[in-house]
C-alpha cells in the first residue's frame, strides 16, 4: 500500500514535468497558450477562467476529485520543483502556480457552491467497468436525464450508436496513457452536439487504477440555446408546480392531457397519473347536482372563453367549489383549435366566506331591527347609507325623505322637532371637523321628549369610512333620574342620621365587649386559681397518706385537676375568647408531668408533633385528659425500672375534617390476653369515655411498645398561630 508522501511524490514528478514544459513553451494544447491571458480577463472580471491547461486539469482530476493532496501540499511541490529546475524564469514560474491554483479554487467552487449549474461543461467519473459513479448537475441539465436514470448507467449510452465506438478506444487510451482528448457527439436535449472530452485516470491510496474522470466542453453555439431551453421550461415548471391553482393543457385531437400542474392532486383528491390515463377522470367527482350542467355545457369550451363554477366531491368526503377557465387554443396555422388550456382554482373557501358574509349581513340588519335605538349610518359626504326602522319611528320621518338618501334634506326635517335647533347644528358642525372623535349630546324636542345622541367612526380596513349616530329615547330615563336624586338626598339625609344613631351604640357595645371580656378573663382566671387550690389540696393530702396505691391515685387526681385548670389559664391569656391553641396546650400538660413525675430527658425523650389548630372548650378539655393519662400510663408502666425509653405525642389534623390523637412508647407492651372493655383501670376507663364524648375512635396496638390512636370529628376547621407563650416552652 502506497503511502501518502508516495502519492505526494508521484504527483511532485507530474508537476516538475509540466512546469519545465510550461517555462519552455512547448504546451501540448492550445489551452495552455491561451491560459494566462484567460486568467487574467477572469481575474479581472471577478471569475475564474473557464479554459483549464493540461497541469490544472490534472490538478483537478487526480487531486480536487480523487485525493487529499491540500493547497499547502501543492505550493510546498512548486517550492520543491522550483528549486529542482533554478531560479531562471521566475515569473513564469509564479505565473503556472497562480494558474494551478486558480483552476483548484475553481474545482473547489463548482463543487461546494454548484456554479456548473451555469456553466456548460460537464464534469462525470466512472469505474474500470465504465458504469457512471459522480457527475455535476450539468450532466442532467444537458441530457436531460434524471439521477434515478444516469445510476449506473453505462457512460455508452449518453453517446450516439455511431460513436460508442470510438468514446470505448478513447476510455481505453486513456486508462492506459494516464489521460486522453476527444472530439466527439454528446446527446443532449436539443439532439446530438459536438462536445470535447477530456480523460483523465484515478488512483486510489494504493495507486491502482479505480476510474476515469472526464470533463467535458461544448463546441458549439446550441449550448446557448440549451440553457435558455432549459431556462425558459425550469422557469414554467417553476411557475406552475407553484401555484396553488389547477392548469392543464389537453390534446383535442388525441382526446389527451398534455400536462396538468402537481395542485390537481390537492384539489381533486387524485393523483396526475389518474388524469393522463383517462383524461375524463375529473368529471367523475363533479357533484352529483352538478353534473348535468357541466356535461351539458363542455362542448362550448372549443367556441371561446368558458368559465363555471360548480362543486366536487373530494376523497375525503369534502365538498369543495372550483371555478374553471377554459381557452381555446388555436393551431399556428390559425386553422383551427387543437390544444385547451385551462386554470381551476379552489374557491370553497371564498363560497364559505360569501355565505358567511350574507348571512352577517343579515344578522347584522336583524340586529339593527331588533334594537331600541335608532340608527341612521353615513359615509364621509354625508349620504345615508343604512338605517332601522327604530329611526323612522322616533322621528316620524317620511319615508319620501329618507329615500332620498340625503342627510341634509333629513336634517332640515329634524330642525322642525328640536327645541333647540343651533345646538344641534352645532353638533353636527362638529363631526365634520373631528371626523376620528366621539361626540355626544342630549337633544330636547318640543313635544318633551329627550333623544340622546351617540356619533361615533366607523372604520372598514384600518380606515375611517364615514360615521354612525346612535339615537335613544331617554325621556323616562332623565324623568326617572331626577326622581331619584331627589330620593337619594332624603336618603343621605336619614342615612346621616341613622349612621350617628349605630355610631352610638357601637361605642356603646365596644365598652360592653370589653367588660365582658374582663369578666369572663377575670372568671377564668378564678376557676383557673380555684383548680390549682384544689390541686394544691390534693399533693398536701398525698404527703399524709401511707400506701402508695392510694397515693398514686391522689397523684393522679391532682394531675387531671391541673390539665383542666390550665384550660382557664390559656383561655384568659388567649386573645381569642373561647379558643385554645393545641399544641401549646398540650406541650403544657405533658411538661406538667414529666415535672410531677420527675422525669429527666436522659431516662425518657419525648417526641413532639403537634399542629397549631384552634380548639374550643369541649373539645380541649378532653384531649388533655387523654393526652394527661395516657403520658401518666407510660411514665408508669411502659419502662421497667431504670430502663431508657422514647413517646411519641401526635396531634395532626387530617384533609377529612378529623382529628388524628396519638401517643405511643416503645416500651414493654401490654400484657399477653389484655382486653381494653374488661380493664378495671380508672385512667382508661376515663379515656373512653372521653373518646365516646368527642365521637371518636380508638384504636390500640402492642407491638414492639404499645401505641393508642384516637381520631375524631374536627369541627373548628382553622389552625391557631403559635403564640409566644409556646415559643417561650419550646425553647426552655
Known sequence: MLSKDETLAEFHQRYAIELQTYLQGNATHQEDKESGATLATGQKEGLLAPTLPISANIFLGQLALASGISVVDVVHIHQIACGELGEENREKQEEFLRLVLSAYERSQRLNRQGQFNRLPDILYSINTEYYLQRWNPALEKVTGLSQTRLMNESVLSLFPPEEQPLITGHIQTAFRDGQHEIDTLLLTRAGPIPYRLKGMVMKNEDGEVVGQVCLGNSLTEKTLNIEALRDSEERFRHLVENLNEVFWLMDIDNQAVIYV??????VWGQS????YENPQSWLKVIHPQESDRIQAILPAQHHGPWEQEYRILHPSGITRWVRTRCFPVRHPAGDRVYRLASISEDITERKQTQVALERSISLLQATLDSTADGILVLNREGNILNFNQQYVQMWRIPSKILSSRDSQLVNAFLLDKIRYPEDFISFINQDYQDPTGIHQNLIELIDDRIIELVSRPYEIGGKIRGRVHCFSDVTTQRKAAESLESLNEELESRVNKRTAQLRHLNEQLQLSVQE??????????????????????????????????DRELFKDSENRVRSMSLIHEKLYRSQEMGEINAQDYLYTVVNNLISSYGISSQQIEIDFNLEPIALDVDT???????????????????????????????????????????????????????????????????????????????????????????????????KADPNDEFDKNISS
Open 272 to 275: 396526475c397519473e389518474s388524469l
Open 620 to 718: 380541649a378539655i378532653p384531649c388533655g385528659l387523654i393526652v394527661n393519662e395516657l403520658v401518666s400510663n407510660c411514665f408508669k408502666y411502659a419502662f421497667l425500672e431504670h430502663s431508657l425509653g422514647r413517646i411519641k405525642i401526635e396531634f395532626i389534623g387530617q384533609e377529612n375534617h378529623r382529628i388524628n390523637l396519638a401517643v405511643a412508647d416503645n416500651g414493654r407492651g401490654l400484657p399477653e390476653g389484655f382486653n381494653l372493655d374488661e380493664i378495671d383501670s380508672l385512667g382508661l376507663q376515663l379515656v373512653q369515655n372521653l373518646v365516646e364524648q368527642l365521637e371518636g375512635d380508638l384504636t390500640l396496638i402492642s407491638n414492639e411498645g404499645t401505641q393508642i390512636a384516637i381520631n375524631f370529628p374536627w369541627v373548628n376547621q382553622k
Open 516 to 549: 365582658k371580656d374582663i369578666l369572663l378573663k377575670e372568671l377564668h382566671h378564678r376557676v383557673k386559681n380555684n383548680l390549682q387550690v384544689i390541686a394544691s389540696l390534693l399533693r398536701l393530702q398525698s404527703s399524709y397518706v401511707q400506701n402508695p396505691q
Open 261 to 266: 400542474s402537481p395542485s390537481y392532486e390537492k
